[in-house]
Structures are given as structure tokens and as C-alpha cells.
């Protein structure tokens, strides 16, 4: 039987990750779940929801909670990560830091992306030191935010192992079979990229090559977007002209890159940031979460975003605990599969997901269209993860002027600055 630790237990996820551990505690093997979270306010109230929810469903599995890293991961055979330090506040930061100096803040992308990296980071490696000593052989899958950046530093400076996870690749394929009026199960999507900077070439259903019956239904004006878009991404339709010129579907963040000016004038339009429309929403669900006769995961949980959250995280751990070679859209370093990219760097594309972890399948010549923006984005990826901990200043610089979002050398010493005051990063 199988220990599961969760990282970050007191996120509002929790519940959501909980119904899919209940239902699939069999398939998993699941012996006991320990849920840590250095909040110990917020792990308790949705702590406690959790374990209702597994009374509710027979006690499948021994639940505790816990605020001793130790205690969470000591034996675990997979550790599930899923922090944000600094909470949502940190986050509100980094979005109106962004839109002060005329620049896209959204959390994973750009501004707020680098400055949650900084602060995650360090936190995350703390983790894995851990680990390495109490639990060698467990599987980190992490989900904590942003994602690539975060997975690739783990894998570039601990011995964990670990694979990197992002709900997108799951959003997508279901929403492309909604489109399609097929099941999830028979879509193949030919994916492609960066965590949120990624791209869907062709599309396959049950072997069948239907890409040109689903993109020419995109092209046309007000449908080139598909209708399952996360909650945290503007509602916004991707010019047809950009759409015939690439031939291919580009996933829903690419738009902070296409459409950078009407993004930001989006952003500047209304009324609260999405992390104060988030903060606001998790208010309500501790509430709820709060109420002794809640044993479920409420509805209202879907605003939130994260969709398939749980799907996704359990997919991979099954794939993981009982080597079923399952093909999973993840994060792992490229080992040749982009043609023309450094192998040690994560890459976000279909992988077969056995006992020995994720192999990714070739995907060969992506062409320069991707490859360029790919090759951008990774440069600041790495910068930002030798930023994060040398706490150096002018790597953190060189890491911003990288970015094609940080308004370059007019812009990203004072966004540093910024950031630097405000969040206590202590660079120097």
C-alpha cells in the first residue's frame, strides 16, 4: 500500500484532489494520505472538510494532517506539491506591479511568473532536501505554479524525482472533444511547448488525423477560441489571421504573447486583478469548507480554475504506481524529443508514463515559429531559476530583460526595483 503526501494541503484544491483520491484509492493502492501545510489555520479548516469527506466515503485510507514536513514526506511513495508563498496576496502584488509600469502581471507569465518564481523556488528545493533523506525513491509530481520553471529547477539541482504538471493539457483535450462531439479517451492532440506557452499542431481521434475539421472550424471570426478557456484567462478570440498563418491551435496562455496590448487593456478594464477575484472566492469556500455538516466538494470550487486538477495529478500517479505506460502531456526535460533544444531543459509534450517515469515521445522539427519563442521563453526560465538561488541581482535583471513581456532594459530595472521593495526578495 501506497503513501500519498500532499504540499500545500491548505489550498482550496484540496477537496478537489481529495474526491479523486477517494475514487481512485483502489486503483492506487492507497494505504494513507498526509496533508501538510505550514498554515496551520488554513490546513485545519480545509483539513477538516477532507477528512469528512473520506468518513463520508468509508475511510478508504488512513488521513492526517501535519505541519512537519517531515512527518508528511517520511516514506511517501508519491509527494504531490502544490504551495504558493506568499498566498494570494503575494500575488495581487506582483499583477498591479505589472500593470503599473504597463506590463502583463498575470502569475505564471511575465512579471507576476518571474516574481512567483523567486519566491517559490528556494521554497520548493527546501522540500526536496527532504526528500532526498526520508522518501528517495517517491515521485514528486508538482503542480505548484509556474510549473516548468519550478519542475526544471528541481530537476537541475536535487536528486528528486520528479515530474511536472499543468491542468491545461487535460482542459484542452477535453475541450477539443467537446468541440468534436467524441470521447476525451479517443483525442490525441499532437502538443508541443513550454508550461503555458504551447501549441496544439495537429489533432488525432481514435488514429484519425481531424485537424483540418477542427481548426477550419476555429478560423472563421468570434470561433478561435475553444469554449473549455481556464477562469484565469480572459475571454478573447485569437485573430483568424493568426490562426491561418500558424495552421495549428495555439493553447490558451499563448495569448499573453499574440495579443500583449489587448491583454493588458483587458486587464486595465476591469474593476479587480484575478487574484483579488480568486481571494475572494477562496473567502467564500473557507467558509463553506468551515461548516461541520460539508462532506463534498462544493460546486462553487470550479470558479476557482484548476479544472480537472485532480484528473490530471492522479492520472500521472496511477501511470506512475502501476506502470500502465499510459500517454500524459507533462513536464520533463527534452532528451531529444524538440529537435534543436537542449535535451536537460523541461519541455511541456506527450509522454509515455510507466514505473521509470516519463519518456517523451519525439516530436522532431517544430519549426522556427515555435522554436524561436521557445528558445526565448527558455532563456529566461533558466535565468530566473540562477536568480532564485544566487538571490543576484543582475541575474535577476538579465533573467526580466530575457523575458519578452518585461518591457526590456526602459522597463525592467525599475520592475525590479519594484519587486525587490515590496516582496523583501532581498537580491543583491
Not at 495549428?248 to 486583478?273: C, G, H, I, Q, V
Not at 531543459?345 to 506527450?350: D, L
Request: charged share 25%; glycine share 8%.
Amino acid at each position: 500500500m501506497h503513501k500519498i503526501a500532499v504540499i500545500g494541503g491548505g489550498s482550496t484544491y484540496s477537496p478537489e484532489l481529495m474526491e479523486g483520491l477517494i475514487d481512485r484509492a483502489a486503483e492506487l493502492r492507497i494505504g494513507e494520505v498526509v496533508s501538510h501545510d505550514t498554515d496551520s489555520r488554513r490546513l485545519g479548516v480545509v483539513g477538516s472538510l477532507c477528512a469528512r469527506m473520506c468518513r463520508a466515503a468509508g475511510d478508504p485510507f488512513k488521513f492526517a494532517l501535519t505541519t512537519d514536513p517531515r512527518k508528511a514526506v517520511c516514506g511517501a511513495g508519491v509527494i504531490f506539491t502544490q504551495i504558493r508563498v506568499g498566498g494570494q496576496q503575494a500575488r495581487i502584488l506582483d499583477e498591479k506591479t505589472g500593470m503599473k509600469f504597463g506590463l502583463v502581471g498575470q502569475e505564471t507569465t511575465g512579471v507576476g511568473g518571474f516574481a512567483k518564481a523567486l519566491r517559490t523556488i528556494p521554497a520548493v528545493l527546501s522540500i526536496c532536501r527532504l526528500v532526498e533523506k526520508l522518501a528517495p525513491r517517491a515521485w514528486m509530481i508538482n503542480f505548484t505554479n509556474p510549473s516548468g520553471i519550478v519542475t526544471e529547477a528541481v530537476l537541475r539541482h536535487s536528486g528528486v524525482r520528479c515530474i511536472g504538471l499543468c491542468n491545461i493539457p487535460v482542459n484542452l483535450r477535453i475541450d477539443i472533444a467537446s468541440a468534436l462531439g467524441v470521447a476525451p479517451e479517443s483525442v490525441s492532440p499532437d502538443y508541443v511547448g513550454l508550461n503555458h506557452l504551447a501549441w496544439v499542431r495537429r489533432v488525432f481521434v481514435d488514429g484519425q488525423d481531424v485537424s483540418r475539421r477542427l481548426f477550419d472550424s476555429r478560423l472563421t471570426p468570434h470561433a478561435s477560441r475553444l469554449r473549455g478557456r481556464p477562469a484565469n484567462i480572459p475571454d478573447m478570440d485569437y485573430p483568424p489571421a493568426l490562426l491561418r498563418a500558424l495552421g495549428m491551435f495555439p493553447a490558451y496562455y499563448n495569448r499573453y504573447y499574440y495579443m500583449e496590448e489587448s491583454m493588458k487593456r483587458l486587464a486595465r478594464r476591469k474593476k479587480l486583478t484575478r487574484g483579488e477575484e480568486v481571494l475572494a472566492i477562496e473567502r467564500r469556500l473557507l467558509e463553506m469548507y468551515a461548516n461541520p455538516k460539508l462532506n463534498r466538494k462544493p460546486a462553487v470550487l470550479s470558479k476557482r480554475g484548476g479544472a480537472y486538477y485532480s484528473k490530471a495529478a492522479l492520472d500521472v500517479a496511477s501511470a506512475l504506481l502501476n506502470d500502465s505506460n499510459d500517454t500524459q502531456i507533462v513536464n520533463v526535460q527534452n532528451h531529444g524529443a524538440i529537435e534543436c533544444f537542449r535535451d536537460d531543459a523541461v519541455v511541456e509534450v506527450p509522454c509515455k508514463v510507466g514505473k521509470t517515469g516519463a519518456k517523451p515521445i519525439r516530436i522532431g522539427d517544430v519549426g522556427p515559429h515555435i522554436l524561436g519563442l521557445m528558445h526565448h521563453v527558455k532563456a529566461y526560465e533558466q535565468l530566473t531559476i540562477e536568480a532564485a538561488l544566487t538571490r543576484s541581482y543582475d541575474k535577476a535583471l538579465l533573467a526580466l530583460l530575457t523575458h519578452p513581456l518585461a518591457g526590456g532594459a526602459e522597463k525592467a530595472p525599475r520592475v525590479l526595483d519594484e519587486l525587490n521593495r515590496v516582496h523583501r526578495l532581498r537580491l543583491r
